[in-house]
């Protein structure tokens, strides 16, 4: 392989990278790896469209005057993802503002920012947010380009199942078979005959396609742990009276309600449902769901002595019951997301040992000029 080819594939693994990144943070609603801001309000450190590198906040450890985070909001920008400083620490939690902003959020009619709420915080440097230029309006315009594409082939066949996050996949499930195609009728040039017998006249390596199988599993296990779980807020009013509504209770007494954790998968869960704010009591914080089933809990809110509207918070973290119980209970003690790097490993490892121990390094041929009719399957796949 040229090194002019080889800095081309390593450009787009990067820019593939980077985009799966962005999308899957937009999927899973919280940013993985990257984050970009789309408002004015930390113009100066991040302008409108440009990206920076999110450590999410199990990893970050604890928040601190000065950090840039990103949070749920309630009240900013009609509620959802905001990135704004934290520019004070109080008992009860963060005070956060745009840089570019005249005043706290705060004083805007944002409540006080838990960290039950914060869910990544900006890579900094000597005290100065890596910035990534404009990556944010690369990937909005892409997606955009995109939506038009599936919204054109929604009206072209009539169906609606071209729209959506399934059109999507479609859409680039497509585009990679075009793609292809054009390779391997580029690749019968007379010009790139010679690389081309070079680069692929010996099939693929197994082990990396291996390593390609490995990586899905891993992404995929992942997602099975990670997009179910997350925070949930529940919405609290002390009041003077008594009321119906398990969210509206007299002044310094509780209420319980029903939580439940559903697992559409085969695999049995092991899910942690644990309080994340004060006024928050479970009955059961370990729960064990088997496939396509239910399991459920109760929840406790309690309200302080004074009326007003008050905020509570409970985590869920869940994990593919592949190990022993009381191996995840001790991962997850000592941090909640290392039960998903082991499981991971286990995972996306054992499957490389394993394919890697049957095929012993043999190369993976997907198509030969010579005839094979009087050999078997699998010699005609690997020698």
């Known amino acids: 392989m040229s090194f002019r080819r080889a800095v081309g594939l390593s450009f787009q693994a990067a820019l593939v990278f980077v985009v799966v990144a ?10 993985v790896l990257f984050g970009y801001v789309e408002t004015g309000s930390m113009t100066g450190t991040l302008n409108p469209g440009d990206g920076f590198i999110a450590i999410p906040a199990a990893l970050a450890g604890d928040v601190e005057t000065g950090d840039v985070v990103t949070f749920r909001a309630q009240e900013v920008g009609g509620g959802g993802l905001t990135t704004h400083r934290v520019v004070r620490e109080t008992p009860q939690g963060y005070y956060t503002q745009g840089d570019a902003n005249p005043f706290t959020d705060q004083a805007g009619g944002e409540p006080v920012v838990k960290d039950a709420q914060v869910v990544a915080v900006a890579l900094q440097v000597n005290g100065r947010v890596v910035r990534i230029p404009h990556l944010g309006t690369g990937i909005t315009s892409v997606q955009n380009s995109f939506e038009d594409v599936q919204r054109r082939l929604a009206v072209m066949t009539g169906s609606r199942a071209f729209l959506g996050t399934r059109g999507l996949s479609y859409l680039l499930l497509a585009l990679s078979v075009m793609l292809y195609g054009y390779d391997v009728l580029a690749s019968r040039s007379p010009v790139r005959e010679r690389e081309r017998t070079r680069d692929r006249g010996d099939g693929f390596d197994s082990g990396r396609v291996l390593l390609v199988l490995a990586a899905v599993i891993v992404v995929t296990a992942t997602a099975a742990m990670v997009v179910p779980a997350g925070t949930q807020s529940f919405g609290v009013v002390s009041a003077e009276f008594e009321s119906d509504s398990p969210t509206v209770i007299r002044a310094g007494e509780s209420s ?16 942690y449902v644990e309080p994340a704010s004060n006024g928050v009591s479970i009955s059961q914080e370990r729960l064990y769901v088997d496939g396509r089933s ?26 593919l019951a592949v190990l022993p119980g009381s191996v995840i209970d001790g991962l997850h003690d000592v941090h909640p ?13 054992g499957l490389y040992l394993i394919g890697y121990v049957l095929l012993r390094g043999r190369r993976v041929r997907l198509r030969t000029r010579e005839s094979r009719h009087d050999r078997s399957l699998f010699d005609r796949m690997f020698d």
């Open 294 to 319: 239910t399991a459920r809990t109760n929840v406790t809110l309690s309200a302080p002595p004074d009326t007003g509207y008050y905020r509570r918070f409970v985590t869920e973290h869940r994990y």
């Open 256 to 271: 319980t309600l029903p939580y439940t954790v559903g697992n559409g998968g085969l695999i049995p869960v092991v899910a």
């Open 22 to 31: 962005l999308v899957a943070g937009q999927i899973l609603g919280t940013p």
């Open 337 to 349: 997301w290392l039960p998903i790097v082991v499981i991971d490993a286990l995972l996306g490892g």
